[in-house]
């Protein structure tokens, strides 16, 4: 008999020190939230908005000029989609910080008392969308290379015939404008979302009353 207390009393102290790590782990999620949310969204806003700027004064006849075509395309939308990358993949990390601590304030379903339940499920579904959005300019930008290597192929087995050679223009160009606009696509998912949470961000961390950090915050 004394076995068995001994045993269960074991078994309660692994349990409660587990419990113990996973508040530990939530409070994480929290407290990187807030980060997110209060230093890092606006920030993006403004970066983004400048790297916007900074490809205004570009002129696209630059890819008309490329003199090596068959080799890569232009040093500059290459350098832009490179960075235009990094964004993207700390777009999906932060999305899915912001979406995980919504989640897990999601309370157990009840009857009544819902709208702020429904407002925390809207924003997930927006970081959702937001993350599919990058996710889609990636597979762009490998099919965009994909279908250039055919064309500068086609450049490669058929030289004189110029009319491969504006086609992979077109395609830088038209590449560079999509670059562009996902720009701003960025940054405009970035402003919507950091405008959409803090404004219900009492509905988001107490959708049914109750007190919580975050919400004191703002």
């Keep these: 008999k004394n076995g068995k207390i001994g045993m ?70 290459v350098d832009f989609m490179e960075k235009l990358k990094g964004e993207i993949f700390q777009l999906l990390d932060l999305l899915t910080g912001l979406r995980i601590w919504i989640q897990l304030k999601i309370p157990k379903i009840s009857d009544g008392n819902n709208f702020g339940v429904s407002i925390q499920e809207d924003i997930v579904s927006m970081l959702k969308s937001g993350r599919n959005s990058g996710i889609g300019v990636l597979d762009s930008t490998m099919k965009y290379f994909a279908t250039r290597a055919k064309l500068v192929s086609k450049i490669r087995k058929f030289p004189n015939i110029e009319d491969f050679r504006k086609s ?51």
Aim: charged share 30%; proline share 3%; with cysteine.
């Design 168 to 218: 992979v223009v077109e395609l830088d160009e038209k590449e560079w404008l999509m670059l562009r606009t996902c720009c701003l696509d960025l940054r405009n998912n970035y402003a919507t979302l950091y405008d959409m949470i803090t404004k219900n961000i009492q509905k988001i961390t107490n959708p049914r009353g109750t007190t919580s950090h975050l919400s004191s915050l703002y």
């Design 8 to 77: 269960a009393s074991g078994k309660d102290v692994k349990v409660k020190a587990l419990r113990e790590k996973l508040d530990g782990i939530f409070d994480g999620f929290e407290k990187r939230a807030e980060k997110i949310l209060y230093e890092i969204m606006p920030r993006k806003v403004a970066q983004l908005d400048q790297l916007y700027k900074n490809t205004e004064d570009t002129d696209v006849s630059i890819f008309n000029q490329n003199p090596h075509i068959e080799k890569g395309p232009n040093k500059v939308m």
